[in-house]
């Protein structure tokens, strides 16, 4: 996996996102990759974080600590990850806000050939993983990147859910995450990784 760079970008109100993308940050590095961890920018007004302790606390407690993605980390990147929360059965505003200023770098071909790969939470079982995931990757076709999709290639898989597109986990109203999925999102990552050194060793 040597020379491989993983971009793992994700948005969190409460922090469950953060930590399934520490995880995948984690097992990038195990996985013999360079890693950024990084998130994408707030964009909801402060009255309304405010207005939720957990989402005000852990605000406070990560926007000087990770950096904000930038355009110029997804041209870095050979891989790609991204962890989300669902909206109503699509990524949160936040990333889509990102995601449109990247016109450019798709124009110029930049990001083409990336190894990418998403994950996702909700706050009840059938709360639109799938098809948060599934919105995720509509963009990733248009970019021409390579969907990297965990699919059932580990019985960790199964043990997060079964959801072959990428991990995705139930958010209980004490904000603690339902099912294990910590061996899943570091199966998803290093098989990414995988991906990604593959195509970089061919193409």
Do not use: C
């Not at 013999?32 to 920018?41: D, I, P, Y």
């Amino acid at each position: 996996m040597t020379n491989v760079k993983l971009a793992v970008i994700y948005y969190s109100s409460t922090g469950t996102n953060y930590q399934m993308a520490q995880w995948a940050e984690e097992a990038g590095k195990e996985a013999g990759a360079e890693v950024k961890l990084l998130r994408v920018a707030e964009t909801a007004p402060m009255a309304a974080i405010e207005q939720n302790e957990g989402w005000k606390a852990h605000f406070e407690a990560t926007k000087d600590i990770v950096p904000e993605a930038q355009l110029s980390d997804l041209e870095w990147a050979d891989a790609i990850i991204f962890s989300v929360p669902t909206r109503f059965g699509a990524m949160p505003s936040q990333l889509k806000a990102f995601i449109d200023t990247t016109g450019g770098l798709w124009f110029q071909g930049k990001l083409a050939n990336k190894a990418v790969s998403a994950m996702a939470s909700a706050s009840n079982a059938h709360g639109g993983h799938e098809a948060t995931i599934l919105s995720l990757y509509t963009t990733m076709m248009h970019w021409g990147a390579i969907i990297a999709a965990p699919g059932y290639t580990s019985d960790a898989i199964f043990a997060a859910g079964g959801n072959p597109y990428g991990t995705s986990v139930t958010q209980g109203q004490d904000g603690k995450m339902i099912e294990n999925v910590e061996p899943a999102v570091k199966h998803q990552a290093k098989r990414t990784v995988a991906v990604a050194a593959a195509l970089k060793n061919n193409l």
